[in-house]
């Protein structure tokens, strides 16, 4: 288990990366805003489930449940997004058509 | 002092047997949970990428402020909740109860900053309906929608896990618990981190979305 | 407990007669409705189903009335819309969903696995509870006027233009959704945590093997509809929402967010009548199971493959080319693992020793008429085929064979099969066995028309209709009503049967399986001690039987 100093340094980290997200969302990066705010919280996640919640410490059963949920999201992102993503013209211009005059 | 025979329920062989059900009964839950928000994550996606525009000008009028300090707030129950299940492992029970008075004290702070910004965005016409904002784009609302929507049923959780804090409180006052059997509070912390990291997703998402072009 | 008894006075069997059981343990209502056993929530469900189950077979009633003369005379149509709607909802969430996981599988469950209760008694009860809300939310809202949007709650529909009951519709699926989530989270749980010693995963039951791949389609598919829903209801009450064209949404999202859940959600009204056909064609046939692994591995690949083919409910939305064709070709991939377990059922009857009691006759009509609706599956999961078929009674009869040929098929030859275990009691055979005969005729009386009269291009969901489709239509409300004689037969002979039917001694088929080696019906703690398991499921046939033939 971690010391109590250890979860002190979690939580300085998660600090600073909110700090990161929070000035880096001030700055014109273009696709990339998007791309580092989710690997941030990403960051923030892993670090919270790993140590927050222990699952580092966990047997391979908890990591399958864990994990279990955030597949099934992203096969439900993933299924929906082949829809949306492979239809003619741009989203919001199939969308508005559809919904007439 | 507490007595981990008694809460040993009848259809268990032992302890250690109860508290992995309890553990594996909580990620179940949790892994329902991931998806019930997806839902709206779901929604919010498809919506963003259609319209990419109205949703960056919408984001402009969160109050950033209020989000940013609510995400410290968050982050800083997360570490108080950790640190009570640390110090009940190390059976000290007191220390243990004091963090969990401390937490619950976080959670209501999150909840009043929650309640001040909802005030704040109501009084910009930022609920959805016939009052929106003229100077918005119609696309906004389908934002503002998700807005209220996401952070709504965030908050829902919110309050539900400070209730159940509440009755940890009062088992730790009680002497249930030992450094042997606090399998409640453990619990009670697993679904306390997950509502935070839902809440390490909706403040880029709702919050940060082209900031810099933000006046 | 019979006359064996006195002949042999050995331990056990001397002291049966005073021994308490789960029914006899005590006789409040309060020790009912506060009960935390398993075996007394499963028939508490039992109870509550077969209200529901009534209710929503009275609409179908009413529906096959108005059916049989071409224009509608009967009821309007607005009526008519109501009782689509009441049908599928109450049918859906209320019977088809709960039926074998929170009736059969809360009483074999622990039971199977050598456990004294399932892992959370407590939760247990709270979803029989939130079931009966959700039920009389739903009941509510179909007597203060009742819903029109059909089972699906279609957007812009049900949150725009429907000026029924919708709200409280919506709700009650709600609250039973959680009922759902928590019978499911009680299985896997219970599974992975209270197998008896030496009851290693390969050493179960194949009825808990499709009952944990149910569970996981329950837990990861529920709350989106729930979430799902929340949304339709809250668009409702507010007048904005994602789904909302006015304002730029797509209603087209909320279709990929309900059968995100729905198609699933076919799957939990299939895989646990397939759970029980596994342990009766096996016991029946005084066979083993032909193919174990591959039986149970194809449960678990439904429930993953069945999250991936969702989309082909939505060919003729505006769904994408793209993935329409994705969601067809999955859609095929789908059936492989439940045509594996046909294969494999058959595999076990080829050279068993068949005997034709009522589980048996309802497990091997079960094969036929899920075989028939599987393939007619396959028509619908085509790309251009559905174009036509597409909202036709086509589709109509293709889910009722799978859910009402399948599952209740399947859930009656459950109830049948572990009757004497539930009550005691057991059942008149001869009346089984017509019952299962007369509901076989009835249901292909029902619903073989209904492919007809799709083919032929009869929309469903209409009232009235051309003339030239009556006489199929007459066909098929002539055997809905010889179905409505067969779900009656064994309301009647079953509850006779709890008075004046014969004692059950605890193994009445010689089956194997733990649930079959304690008390008939069981002590409150299932078991005196807790069994140990030796050997791999289902050795078939028994040591005795093997004895007698050589000796």
Redesign the interface.
């Known amino acids: 288990m971690l010391s109590k100093k250890a979860y002190i340094g979690i939580w300085a980290a998660l600090l600073g990366l909110l700090l990161a997200t929070y000035l880096l969302a001030n700055v014109r990066l273009g696709p990339f805003n998007n791309v580092i705010a989710l690997a941030i919280a990403v960051t923030q996640m892993t670090l919270v489930a790993l140590f927050f919640m222990h699952v580092r410490y966990e047997k391979a059963l908890t990591w399958v449940f864990v994990c279990a949920g955030v597949i099934w999201l992203l096969i439900m992102f993933n299924f929906t997004l082949a829809d949306y993503l492979t239809r003619p013209g741009p989203l919001h211009h199939i969308v508005n058509n559809r919904v007439g005059p | 002092m507490a007595d981990a025979e008694s809460a040993l329920?009848?259809?268990?062989?032992e302890l250690p047997?109860q508290r992995?059900?309890a553990?594996?009964?909580m990620?179940?839950?949790?892994?329902?949970?991931?998806?019930?928000?997806?839902?709206?994550?779901?929604?919010y996606?498809?919506?963003r990428?259609?319209?990419p525009q109205a949703f960056a000008l919408a984001s402009h009028h969160t109050v950033?402020l209020f989000g940013?300090i609510n995400?410290?707030i968050l982050?800083?129950s997360?570490?108080t909740?950790?640190?009570s299940i640390?110090a009940a492992?190390a059976d000290n029970l007191k220390l243990s109860g004091r963090f969990v008075l401390l937490t619950i004290a976080l959670g209501l702070a999150f909840l009043a900053v929650k309640g001040l910004e909802y005030h704040e965005d109501f009084h910009e016409h930022l609920w959805?309906?016939s009052h929106f904002r003229p100077d918005l784009p119609?696309?906004a609302?389908?934002f503002w929608?998700?807005y209220w929507?996401m952070t709504g049923?965030h908050s829902v959780h919110v309050i539900a896990g400070v209730l159940v804090l509440c009755i940890i409180a009062w088992m730790i006052a009680r002497g249930r618990f030992s450094a042997e059997y606090h399998t409640p509070l453990e619990m009670t912390?697993?679904y306390w981190?997950?509502v935070?990291?839902i809440w390490?997703?909706l403040?880029?998402?709702l919050y940060?979305i082209?900031?810099?072009?933000a006046s | 407990m019979k006359t064996l008894g006195r002949l042999e006075p050995t331990p056990e069997l001397f002291s049966l007669p005073e021994l308490k059981n789960y029914l006899t343990e005590s006789h409040t209502l309060s020790s009912w409705l506060l009960t935390t056993d398993h075996k007394r929530i499963g028939l508490l469900f039992l109870f509550s189903i077969g209200v529901f189950f009534t209710i929503a077979a009275c609409a179908a009633a009413a529906m096959r009335m108005e059916l049989v003369t071409p224009p509608g005379d009967l009821v309007t149509s607005e009526t008519y819309n109501k009782l689509f709607t009441m049908h599928g909802v109450l049918m859906v969430w209320f019977f088809l969903i709960p039926s074998i996981p929170s009736v059969l599988g809360n009483f074999v469950i622990p039971m199977m696995l050598g456990a004294r209760d399932l892992a959370f008694p407590k939760l247990n009860l709270l979803s029989w509870y939130l079931f009966n809300i959700g039920g009389l939310l739903a009941l509510y809202s179909i007597i203060f006027g009742g819903a029109d949007t059909g089972w699906t709650f279609y957007e812009p529909y049900s949150s725009t233009f429907s000026n029924t009951h919708v709200v409280t519709m919506i709700a009650g699926v709600f609250i039973a959704g959680f009922s759902s989530i928590l019978t499911g989270l009680n299985f896997v749980v219970t599974t992975h945590k209270l197998r008896a010693p030496g009851l290693t995963w390969f050493r179960l039951p194949l009825f808990i093997w499709s009952l944990y791949a149910t569970s996981v389609i329950m837990l990861l598919a529920t709350p989106v509809l729930a979430m799902t829903l929340t949304l339709v209801g809250v668009e409702r009450l507010w007048g904005v929402g994602i789904f909302d064209p006015k304002l730029g949404g797509d209603p087209v999202l909320f279709q990929h967010l309900f059968w995100f859940y729905s198609h699933p959600a076919v799957y939990i009204m299939i895989l646990p009548g397939m759970g029980v056909v596994s342990e009766v064609i096996t016991c029946f046939a005084r066979k083993q199971i032909f193919g174990y692994h591959f039986v149970a591995y194809a449960s678990m690949a439904i429930a993953i493959i069945g999250f991936l083919v969702w989309g082909h409910h939505m060919f003729t939305s505006s769904q994408s080319i793209y993935a329409g064709f994705v969601f067809s070709l999955m859609s095929y991939f789908v059936a492989v693992p439940s045509a594996i377990k046909v294969f494999n059922w058959t595999m076990t009857l080829h050279r068993g020793s068949i005997s034709f009691e009522t589980p048996m006759l309802y497990a091997l009509g079960f094969i036929g008429l899920f075989t028939i609706g599987g393939l007619t599956g396959l028509f619908l999961a085509a790309l251009g085929l559905d174009v036509h078929l597409q909202d036709t009674y086509f589709v109509v009869a293709h889910f009722h064979y799978i859910m009402v040929g399948g599952m209740v098929t399947g859930f009656m030859a459950g109830l049948h099969y572990w009757w004497p275990k539930i009550s005691g009691r057991l059942y008149p055979e001869r009346m089984g066995q017509l019952a299962a005969l007369v509901m076989f005729i009835g249901f292909n009386l029902t619903f073989f028309p209904q492919y007809i009269l799709g083919y032929l291009g009869m929309p469903r969901r209409y009232h009235a209709y051309p003339p030239e489709f009556q006489l199929y239509n007459v066909m098929s409300s002539a055997g809905a009503s010889i179905l409505g004689v067969a779900y009656l037969l064994p309301v009647i002979y079953l509850i006779w049967s709890l008075k004046h039917g014969r004692k059950a001694p605890p193994n009445p088929w010689h089956a194997t399986g733990l649930e079959w080696q304690t008390n008939s019906p069981p002590i409150k703690s299932n078991f005196e001690a807790t069994p140990v398991v030796t050997g791999p499921p289902y050795q078939y046939p028994t040591e005795e039987e093997r004895e007698m033939v050589h000796g």
């Not at chain 2, 082209?210 to 072009?213: H, I």
């Open positions: 329920a009848e259809h268990f062989e047997q992995d059900a553990k594996l009964g990620w179940t839950f949790i892994a329902t949970e991931v998806l019930f928000f997806g839902d709206l994550f779901m929604g996606i498809v919506n990428l259609a319209y950033v940013t995400t410290a982050l800083t997360g570490l909740m950790a640190l640390h492992r959805p309906g119609a696309q609302q389908i929608f998700l929507v049923v912390g697993l981190a997950f935070d990291v390490i997703y403040y880029p998402l940060l082209n900031r810099y072009a």
